[in-house]
């Protein structure tokens, strides 16, 4: 059964996506960084704050917060996804060719690179403050119930680190209290 999203004004969105076939594509430090800056230019080009986010080894959680009334999730996740994996591909291809030949498939008649599982992934509207509580929470922890660190700012790739202050991360974030206090936030 497909679950609908909306593209509701005021609610954040709980996005997850994953790499093609699984493959721990983002167990790559520069791939890694590819993604954080793809997420950074989303942000300044399609208006959304990030709230929260956690990169792991074959899939990505990011919780986000569109900053305009009329907004398109997938446009959204376009605009990350598209450019980490063309420069992903150019960056194997010359790097390290046997990682490129797990991107391959078919599409039609031809052979396209995915970095990404094919779809849209996964997006949960989130209306609700303790929602929105929730979300962060679950996305922070992840690293920990996979048994990856003993603790959520143990791990680079979290907003966990920027959450508590922490100065060395890849991507910051934009402060959930603030944007709660703001009139430009319909969550209750």
Request: hydrophobic letters at 40%; charged letters at 20%; proline letters at 5%.
């Amino acid at each position: 059964m497909h679950r609908h999203a909306y593209n509701d004004p005021g609610h954040a969105h709980f996005l997850t996506f994953s790499c093609y076939h699984n493959h721990q594509f983002l167990a790559d430090d520069h791939v890694r960084h590819l993604l954080a800056e793809a997420i950074n230019g989303a942000r300044q080009i399609e208006s959304f704050s990030l709230w929260a986010y956690v990169f792991m080894p074959d899939h990505v959680h990011l919780q986000i917060h569109p900053n305009e009334d009329e907004y398109s999730i997938p446009a959204i996740l376009r605009r990350i996804k598209e450019p980490v994996t063309r420069a992903v591909a150019r960056y194997w291809g010359e790097a390290a060719p046997n990682k490129l030949d797990l991107m391959k498939a078919h599409q039609g008649g031809r052979i396209v690179h995915r970095l990404w599982q094919a779809g849209a992934g996964y997006d949960r509207n989130l209306p609700h403050f303790d929602a929105v509580n929730k979300a962060v929470e679950y996305i922070e922890w992840n690293p920990v119930r996979r048994g990856y660190v003993t603790k959520p700012t143990d791990w680079i790739w979290s907003s966990a680190r920027a959450r508590e202050g922490m100065r060395d991360v890849p991507l910051g974030i934009d402060s959930l209290e603030v944007a709660l206090s703001s009139s430009r936030v319909g969550l209750m």
